[in-house]
């Protein structure tokens, strides 16, 4: 299983989703453009020592990440989705996409995803942090595949 996050804007976010993806044996795609050089100090404060412990794969833009996931299937989270993620049944090798932090996928991008998720909050709030619902939802994927650390 893999997490995606397309255009990722906070270099923080980012770091925190690397390491969410060490801890629980999921490789993270990063979809270019970035909001922030690779390089910035935020990503490897925030990944810690965990950085070397995730499989990334940086990819030059949309075409070029979706070229890579061949069969699998992409499972995008959006605010704007009706389905739960908690009433979806995960394959062992889908990847988990999540939007840029500011503006989501562009529709193009959400037409073309296999299914559509949201992971429930209450209607007084507008959104999760990005890797607060990266944790969530990769955490239920993994849960319901039988894939969870021991």
């Not at 296999?114 to 993994?142: F, H, K, Q, W, Y």
Request: hydrophobic share 50%; proline share 5%.
């Amino acid at each position: 299983m893999r997490i995606a996050l397309f255009e990722p804007e906070i270099a923080g976010n980012v770091g925190a989703v690397l390491r969410l993806g060490a801890c629980m044996g999921a490789g993270v795609d990063l979809i270019e453009p970035m909001g922030f050089a690779w390089d910035d100090r935020r990503v490897r404060r925030t990944a810690m020592d965990y950085i070397d412990h995730v499989s990334i794969a940086r990819h030059a833009g949309w075409a070029a990440f979706h070229a890579t996931i061949g069969a699998r299937r992409l499972v995008l989270f959006s605010t704007k989705a009706q389905q739960s993620a908690y009433d979806f049944g995960f394959a062992p090798d889908d990847v988990l996409l999540f939007g840029k932090e500011s503006a989501g996928v562009p529709g193009a991008v959400a037409d073309i995803c296999d299914a559509r998720l949201r992971i429930p909050m209450r209607p007084a709030v507008r959104s999760m942090n990005l890797a607060t619902s990266a944790g969530l939802a990769l955490g239920e994927a993994l849960r319901q595949t039988g894939r969870l650390p021991e």
